[in-house]
Structure formats: C-alpha cells, structure tokens
Nanobody
Framework: QVQVVESGGRLVQAGDSLRLSCAASGRATDVYLTAWFRQAPGTEREFVAGINRNGLITDYATSVKGRFTISRDRTEYTMYLQMNSLKPEDTAVYYC??????????????????WGRGTQVTVSS
C-alpha cells in the first residue's frame, strides 16, 4: 500500500515564502510524485505545478508561474513546492499527486492514482 503525505503548510503573511514537501512511502517503488494541486473553499481542485520523472520538464498554472517552483529529490519519492511572494489568493489546501504519467505531468486530476490528504496554506493580507 502506498502512502502520500504532504507537509509544510501554515499561516503566513502576504509576500512571505513557504516550502511544501511531499513524500511517498510504503510500496512506493513504482509511484512517482509528479504534481501539486490546490483547493480553496467553495472551489474545485486545480492544478498548480507538475514535474516529469527526470525533473527536466515542469509546468505551472498561470497564476503561480514565476513565483512557485516544483522540484524533486534524487530518490524521486520526495517532491517539493517552493512558494515565493505568496498572495491571499494562494490560500488553499495543497495536495500532491502521483501514480500518473511520468513523461509529462498532466493537468487533470483524473490522471493520478495516489493522493495525499493535503496541507493547509493560509496567506493573510
């Protein structure tokens, strides 16, 4: 069984930076974490950033491009989201996803098999 756990979310002020982490464990040898999504209250979950298996191809939602950076470590079972210049509209529960295509990270959540429970990021103005 695979477990996916996000961490690092907390309350910050607008303009601050925050780094989220996501780790896969259990039978994780075939699980590649490749995308971050987020969900604000009353909205649907949306794609934030994606990274392919070798880390050479990344993709970002327009709203975060230039402020957020997705990366992974060498083990491929831990993934990060560096968030800079945070805005109140970035407030959401952030989820990481894996088990989907690895050559490129799709933007559709339907493509992913494994999800964490999320970590709350709150940005105050």
């Amino acid at each position: 069984q695979v477990q996916v756990v996000e961490s690092g979310g907390r309350l910050v002020q607008a303009g601050d930076s925050l780094r989220l982490s996501c780790a896969a464990s259990g039978r994780a040898t075939d699980v590649y974490l490749t995308a971050w999504f987020r969900q604000a209250p009353g909205t649907e979950r949306e794609f934030v950033a994606g990274i392919n298996r070798n880390g050479l191809i990344t993709d970002y939602a327009t709203s975060v491009k230039g402020r957020f950076t997705i990366s992974r470590d060498r083990t491929e079972y831990t993934m990060y989201l560096q968030m800079n210049s945070l805005k109140p509209e970035d407030t959401a529960v952030y989820y990481c996803a894996g088990g989907g295509p690895v050559s490129v990270a799709p933007r559709s959540e339907k493509e992913y098999e494994y999800w964490g429970r999320g970590t709350q990021v709150t940005v105050s103005s």
